[in-house]
Nanobody
Framework: QLQASGGGVVQAGGSLRLSCAYS????????VAWFRQAPGKEREFVAG????????SYADSVKGRFTISRDNSQNTVFLRVNSLEPEDTAIYYC???????????????WGQGTQVTVSS
């Protein structure tokens, strides 16, 4: 089970920290990724991290602004989002899978989304 939180309304240039808490005996060794979906657009990969936290991947559009990390002692994956732009406005979802894939179809478990709104 995955639970995403931390979204909100921020001005352009602002920051947020999104959290994805995972539970259940099968998820501790899973990779976790963040996806986002803006109104009228397809869901897109944002960032992913493997179970050990030593392999990460980012979409080009967020590279250098977003940072993914995880704390397995807290069963939580974080996404620090800095220098937010209006184009980052979307519902952000976390998902768990066996490895860091960019295709959402490769992920087995999904959390509910958290809304991020960036005003200009």
């Amino acid at each position: 089970q995955l639970q995403a939180s931390g979204g909100g309304v921020v001005q352009a240039g602002g920051s947020l920290r999104l959290s994805c808490a995972y539970s259940g005996p099968t998820l501790w060794d899973y990779a976790v990724a963040w996806f986002r979906q803006a109104p009228g657009k397809e869901r897109e990969f944002v960032a992913g991290i493997n179970w050990a936290g030593d392999v990460t991947s980012y979409a080009d559009s967020v590279k250098g602004r977003f940072t993914i990390s995880r704390d397995n002692s807290q069963n939580t994956v974080f996404l620090r989002v800095n220098s937010l732009e209006p184009e980052d406005t979307a519902i952000y979802y976390c998902a768990a899978g066996r490895w860091v894939y960019r295709a959402d179809s490769r992920y087995t478990y999904w959390g509910q989304g958290t809304q991020v709104t960036v005003s200009s």
